[in-house]
């Protein structure tokens, strides 16, 4: 596709079920972002892939949050046992690892999937 | 730590004002500033990105500029219209092997008819 694209768009979760969000890549891209962005605050960063590699998961905020990119394109973040505290805009991006003329490691991001848990 | 800062958090000015959206950073060590542009329930829409090396960027009636030194960039926009109505996030990159974008809080703009 043309972007990047993510779902579910929106998904409602009660306290303590596990979820999953899927982002697929603009076609090309090897590395790829997770970030969470809260109600009224900036994204902050999860986790980032350079193909199937995870090269920085630092920003995962527990042990509940797993993320994967298996074969180098689609990636999941999976969220067990969902917390309130868990609900957020989930925004995946990606980029290009090499420099490319007028889009040097400039990141495309998707639309973004709503978790609520209630 | 790397600490990205927008001032103010909501701006609301009369259509066809000019007006600049304030974004500091912390550590001056970037490799490159990108302003994104977030509409209610969408996703970021990149604007522009100014590299360490440049002072600015221009983009239509927008306009970038960057003082890494001082750990400082401006976001001028000429002849405000409605439609320019969104949240402005700038976000750094801090050096070439860290993948990772450190993003403000945004400023909410409000453009009234």
């Known amino acids: 596709g043309a972007g990047v694209s993510q779902s579910p768009r929106y998904k409602v979760a009660k306290r303590g079920q596990d979820v999953a969000l899927r982002c697929d890549p603009i076609s090309g891209h090897v590395s790829l972002f997770w970030y969470q962005q809260a109600l009224g605050q900036g994204p902050e960063f999860l986790t980032y892939?350079?193909?199937?590699?995870?090269?920085?998961k630092s920003g995962l905020p527990s042990d509940r949050f797993f993320a994967e990119r298996p074969e180098g394109s689609v990636s999941t973040l999976k969220i067990q046992r969902t917390q309130q505290e868990d609900s957020a805009v989930y925004l995946c991006?990606?980029?290009?690892?090499?420099?490319?003329?007028?889009?040097?490691?400039?990141?495309?991001f998707g639309p973004g999937t709503r978790l609520t848990v209630t | 730590k790397q600490e990205v800062t927008q001032i103010p958090a909501a701006l609301s000015v009369p259509e066809g004002e000019n007006l600049v959206l304030n974004c500091s950073f912390t550590d001056s060590a970037i490799y490159n500033l990108q302003w994104f542009r977030q509409d209610p329930g969408k996703g970021l829409t990149s604007l522009l990105l100014?590299?360490?090396?440049?002072r600015e960027q221009t983009s239509g009636r927008l306009n970038a500029s960057l003082d890494k030194s001082s750990g400082r960039s401006t976001l001028y926009i000429a002849a405000s219209q409605p439609g320019d109505s969104a949240t402005y996030l700038c976000?750094?990159?801090?050096?070439?092997?860290?993948?990772?974008?450190?993003f403000g809080q945004g400023t909410r703009l409000t453009i009234n008819p």
């Open positions: 991006a990606s980029s290009l690892a090499v420099k490319a003329q007028g889009n040097t490691y400039e990141q495309y």
């Open positions: 100014i590299q360490s090396s440049q």
């Open positions: 892939f350079q193909n199937e590699a995870q090269l920085d």
């Open positions: 976000a750094v990159r801090r050096i070439q092997g860290a993948q990772k974008l450190v």
